[in-house]
């Protein structure tokens, strides 16, 4: 049986090598999309503060972005970027080191009750990166609660710092629900492409249609549609977010 063509590994990887496996590393869609999740919560707050909700998305950039996609990349080369494992490992204590730090200044400046925030942030990254407690918290619904609910929650958090109303509940419960969601929906379909780009050496049968017409089965034509659906869905969250700050600033 013939291979077809390898793929990148993501739809979003650069070719491998120097600065571009840096960008890599990031997942930038993704990255993106899950600090939108913070801007989204913080819209639910009675109050934008401007300095509290751009370090909440600094310290969700570092967390994620940099720190448990270096961990990721760390724990199996999932990407197969030529980064040395000093450089991961720089990447990450950085990222994670950097986030909490925010989270302490958070802490002494803003409130006291930031405090269970960080240390569950700080947490859930190594956990579920590096699949400890043998991967006990290396799940899908982790994901989703943790860079889903976990980042709409301290988003408004840091900006509410208390529930106000019934209605500031239902909003705030209605976000934290729809970014977990749309988290679970990223994985959904995050699942079986980076099996087809990363596992899979090659496809084959047919589509037979109703009306006769017979189409093959490959690699590429599998892995477009997921792979559209989550570049459209990594733009759109972003935009939300921008819309719904933008209403409240």
Same mark, same amino acid.
């Given at each position: 049986?013939?291979? *077809? ?9 650069? +070719?491998?090598? =120097? @600065?571009?496996?840096?960008?890599? $590393? ?46 990721? *990349? #760390?724990?199996? !080369?999932?990407? =197969? ?13 950085? =990222? #994670? ?10 802490? $002494? ?21 590096? *699949? ?9 619904? @982790?994901?989703? %609660?943790? @860079? ?7 988003? @408004? ?29 990223? !994985?959904?379909?995050?699942?079986? /492409? +980076? &099996? ?5 050496? %090659?496809? &084959?049968? *047919?589509?037979?249609?109703?009306? =006769? ?6 690699? %590429? ?15 759109? $969250?972003? #935009? #939300?977010?921008?819309?719904? /700050?933008?209403? +409240?600033?």
């Amino acid at each position: 049986m013939a291979t *077809e063509p390898s793929l990148r590994p993501a739809f979003y990887a650069l +070719r491998p090598g =120097g @600065w571009r496996d840096l960008v890599t $590393v990031l997942h930038p869609p993704y990255t993106l999309w899950h600090v939108s999740n913070v801007a989204i919560g913080a819209a639910m707050a009675p109050h934008i503060y401007a300095g509290r909700l751009a370090a909440a998305i600094a310290a969700f950039f570092l967390a994620v972005g940099v720190g448990a996609h270096a961990l990721d *990349e #760390l724990h199996g !080369r999932p990407l =197969g970027t030529q980064l040395s494992r000093r450089t991961l490992l720089a990447l990450a204590i950085g =990222g #994670l080191g950097g986030a909490l730090a925010i989270g302490i200044a958070g802490i $002494v400046f803003v409130s006291p009750t930031l405090a269970p925030l960080v240390l569950a942030g700080g947490f859930i990254a190594p956990a579920y990166n590096l *699949e400890l407690f043998g991967g006990r918290f290396h799940t899908d619904f @982790w994901l989703a %609660a943790s @860079w889903g609910g976990f980042s709409a929650f301290t988003g @408004w958090w840091v900006n509410s710092l208390g529930l106000h109303s019934v209605r500031e509940a239902i909003a705030v419960a209605a976000a934290v629900l729809a970014c977990f969601f749309l988290t679970v929906v990223q !994985r959904r379909l995050s699942t079986p /492409v +980076r &099996e087809l780009r990363r596992r899979t050496l %090659a496809v &084959e049968g *047919e589509q037979r249609l109703s009306d =006769g017409t017979v189409r093959r089965l490959d690699r %590429a034509g599998l892995t477009a549609p997921l792979d559209g659906a989550l570049r459209g869905l990594s733009i759109a $969250v972003p #935009l #939300l977010a921008i819309a719904l /700050v933008a209403l +409240r600033v």
